[in-house]
Structures are given as structure tokens and as C-alpha cells.
């Protein structure tokens, strides 16, 4: 089985890249042949354009009120929302961009860049950002993790909105009962997990994600309680460094001890969910989810810190991926769609969906307004990743098949993880074997 997977990995990384460095090689004459080959145009700048939210449902209402703002500073365009929720999102680009109806804007993080790149459908937008109104006041930073995830020409395909970290969340009220100390460090949260946990009582100590989206959750805590702070060592990944493994055997032990048995399927909106209504101690996600649980909890039972410190007095965790905007190639209203990108990403309307959400904003002047300062946990994660006392451990975003490494095949194997049904070493093998073929290809396709 390993051999056909891996030999199914060699083509599709190596189809892929080559499609990235055709990039390279027609940017400056395009024939609109082959893949995402429909140029689109720029249109009237009126009319009507789509646009898909790539965290539908959850970022839902707050898109629906910026939305509602540019309409009524540009009356002559209408803007047709559809919210795609955060699981579906990129599995739903891919089958448009092989059926036709992408739509003429949408969400497009650094996570998703190489795979839709690759695939010539997203509209290079250095040119128009360098004429616009956001010209010098974008993060400079979030600007540079858009350009490297595509990996190969430099190029800007996605305006950032937001920077997301990630949070471990607690039940102050929990922790008070039970006379713990604040989880900031992996013994601690270890402890806690394991005193806050009362199965009977239906009251666990964590809640882990086990359903979509697990694969960066996993490895966040892995690299966080082993301390490496690189994710290649030389060519070869280091998933599987005996530390690591060790690290990651420790966590998934949690499942079904010190967490409910629901979590096995879980992806982030139900582990929210679940956190939010019950009575578990503590939740790692990431600053999206500050506002619901503001809602469901009140500012006085939770706090939000960041990840925790590992046996080096260092904390080290994974890159969260940078989230922004991209104008899709086909539109036949690229000038409109344009200016809606502009307009979303404009100090005020960005800081809007930034409060929202609780994230960092994109918008260098949406960071300096006074609500940052209130929301404890967007603070805290702003201070910890310029502080010195973090240490970002970058995933490589620009490999193509990154998202099919970490989603189809492998959220099915941690899954077995938890299950005791695979051994973590066997897992984190099978992990670094298709990283390193897939590192190997990327490097022999550019040269």
C-alpha cells in the first residue's frame, strides 16, 4: 500500500509543480490554454459579483455587514454572498475549477495558495495592490507568508485580511474550583487535564480535535512538548524525530481519559461547540473562536493565553495560516471584485471582521485600535509572537499537495492513532514519508 501511495504522490506533486513553474514561464504572455485558462475581464466596474466565504456559517455575519457597508458606498455593485463552511471550502474551489463557476472573489488563506496557483485560476494582484488605497498599509510580515506560500515566483495571489495564533483556552472558574495553576506550561496542562476529568460527571479536562482539521493541531502539540523549532532538517522532515513521537504518544493518550469520546469526530466548530456548552477545562484553538465563547461563557469563566511553555522554558508552536482575499482569474468583473477586495481589507471594514473574529488585523491601521487592546487573548498572542519568547515552527504551505498530505491522507490515520488501532511512530512515518517525497519532487521541478 505504501508504494502506491507514494508513487500516486510522485505524479500528482510532480503535475502540480509543473503547473506552478509554467507560472514562471507565461506570466509575461498567458494563451488562456490549459488549466484555470479562462483570463476573464476587467468588466464595467458595476454590476454583480460573487464572492465565496471560505469560514461560511461562522465569519457569516460579519462578511454580511461589510458587505452591507460597500454596497452602500458603491451603489452601482451588488455582491452575492455564499458561505462555504471552513471543511468544505477548498474541496468545493477544486470541483468548480474542474466545472466551471468559481466565483469572482473569495477567501483564499496561505494554506490553500500552491494548490489553486498551480492551477493558473487566481489573478496575480501585486500590480493593483501597489495602485490602491492599501499601497503601505498592509503587515509587511502577513504580505511576505502570502508571496512565500506559492512557493515558486514571488507573487502576491491573495491580499491578507487577519493573522490567527493559537490559544489554549481555559475554564478559570474550573481551574479556581479545583485549585489549579494556569496552564502555561505542558506539565500543567497535563495535571489539569487529568484533575478537571470526571467521566461519570460527564466533565472532562480536554477536548481534542479528532475530526477535520486535526493534522495542525496534532503537530502543534507535538513540536510544542518536544522543543524542535525546525519542521525540515536538511531535506527530510523532522514529524518523526523520536521526540516528536514521543510527544505526540502522550497527547493522543488523552483521548477517552481525559476527553470525551465524541471528540474523535469532532472538527472545530463541534469541539467549540462542545466547549462552550459543557463542562470541559480546557480547548486549543485559535483566535477565531474568542467571540463564541465570549457568548456562550461571559469574559469571567475563560481566559485565553498562549500555547504552552515546553521543558526548554520556550514555547514553540506550528505557523497558523494567514487568511485573506483573492481575485479568481475567470471573473468577468475583475475591476468591481478589485474594488471590493479593497474596500474589505480598508482600515474600517477590516478592523470590523477582525474584532469579530478576535484575529490580528491585516490592515496596519486596523491594528492600532482600541478594542485589540481589550480582547485578552488577540493581545496576548500579538505580544508572545513579538516578544522573543515564541518560536514559529513554519509549515510548508508552498508544497502543493500539502493540503492533501495533511487532510485525506492522513486525518484518517490519526484517527486510528486515537483509536489505538496505529502507533503514533507508524503514523508520524507514514506522515514524514510522503513529506520528504514530496519535498524531493518540489525540489527537483524547480531546479
Known amino acids: 500500500m505504501k508504494i502506491n501511495i507514494r508513487r500516486s504522490r510522485h505524479a500528482a506533486v510532480a503535475v502540480a509543480l509543473g503547473s506552478v513553474l509554467a507560472l514562471t514561464a507565461t506570466a509575461c504572455g498567458d494563451d488562456g490554454s490549459g488549466t484555470g485558462g479562462d483570463k476573464g475581464d476587467e468588466g464595467s466596474g458595476k454590476g454583480k459579483i460573487v ?28 455582491v452575492e454572498y455564499v458561505g462555504i463552511p471552513a471543511a468544505d ?6 470541483t468548480a475549477i474542474q466545472g466551471g463557476g468559481l466565483p469572482d472573489v473569495g477567501g483564499v488563506g496561505a494554506a490553500m495558495i500552491a494548490s489553486f496557483s498551480a492551477q493558473k485560476v487566481l489573478e496575480p494582484v501585486d500590480d493593483r495592490l501597489a495602485t490602491s488605497s492599501l499601497d503601505g498599509k498592509l503587515n509587511k510580515d502577513m504580505l511576505t507568508s502570502m508571496k512565500a506560500a506559492g512557493g515558486v515566483d514571488d507573487t502576491l495571489y491573495s491580499v491578507p485580511t487577519s493573522a490567527n495564533n493559537g490559544v489554549l483556552y481555559y475554564r478559570t472558574d474550573l481551574f479556581k474550583k479545583a485549585g489549579l495553576d494556569e496552564p502555561a506550561t505542558w506539565d500543567k496542562f497535563y495535571e489539569a487535564a487529568e484533575k478537571l476529568t470526571n467521566a461519570k460527571k460527564n466533565e472532562f479536562g480536554y477536548t481534542i480535535r479528532g475530526g477535520a ?7 502543534d502539540a507535538m513540536y510544542g512538548q518536544s522543543g524542535i523549532t525546525s519542521f525540515w532538517d536538511g ?4 514529524v518523526n524525530d523520536p521526540k516528536n513521537v514521543e510527544a505526540l504518544e502522550k497527547y493522543a493518550a488523552l483521548y477517552k481519559k481525559d476527553t ?12 467549540v461547540a462542545q466547549w462552550d456548552s459543557g463542562t470541559i477545562g480546557m480547548l486549543n484553538h485559535n483566535l477565531g473562536s474568542y467571540q463564541d465563547h465570549v457568548k456562550s461563557l461571559g469574559v469571567g469563566k475563560f481566559r485565553g493565553i498562549p500555547q504552552p511553555i515546553g521543558p526548554s522554558g520556550k514555547r514553540v508552536q506550528v505557523s497558523n495560516p494567514v487568511d485573506g482575499i483573492g481575485l479568481f482569474k475567470s ?4 475591476e468591481a471584485a478589485w474594488k471590493f477586495i479593497e474596500f474589505a481589507v480598508s482600515h474600517a471594514a477590516n478592523s470590523k471582521f477582525n474584532e469579530s473574529a478576535g484575529q490580528v488585523p491585516a490592515n496596519t491601521e486596523a491594528a492600532q485600535d482600541a478594542w485589540i487592546s481589550k480582547a485578552e487573548p488577540t493581545k496576548l498572542a500579538a505580544g508572545a509572537l513579538t516578544d522573543g519568547s515564541t518560536t514559529i515552527v513554519q509549515l510548508p504551505y508552498y508544497l502543493p499537495d500539502w493540503g492533501t498530505i495533511s487532510k485525506a491522507d492522513n486525518e484518517p ?24 517525497d514530496a519535498q524531493a519532487e518540489w525540489n527537483a521541478q524547480k531546479g
Open 51 to 78: 464572492f465565496w466565504d471560505n469560514n461560511g456559517g461562522v465569519r457569516t455575519d460579519a462578511w454580511k455587514a461589510i458587505i452591507a457597508d460597500f454596497e452602500k458606498a458603491n451603489p452601482d455593485i451588488d
Open 89 to 94: 471550502y477548498q474541496s468545493k474551489v477544486e
Open 213 to 219: 482539521g486535526s493534522i495542525a493541531q496534532a503537530l
Open 235 to 238: 531535506d527530510k522532515t523532522t
Open 260 to 271: 470525551p469520546s465524541a471528540d474523535l469526530n469532532n472538527d472545530f466548530t463541534k469541539m
Open 331 to 334: 471573473s468577468k468583473n475583475k
Open 413 to 436: 490515520n490519526f484517527q486510528k492513532v486515537l483509536l489505538g488501532k496505529m502507533s503514533a511512530k507508524d503514523f508520524l512515518d507514514t506522515l514524514a514519508d510522503q513529506l520528504n
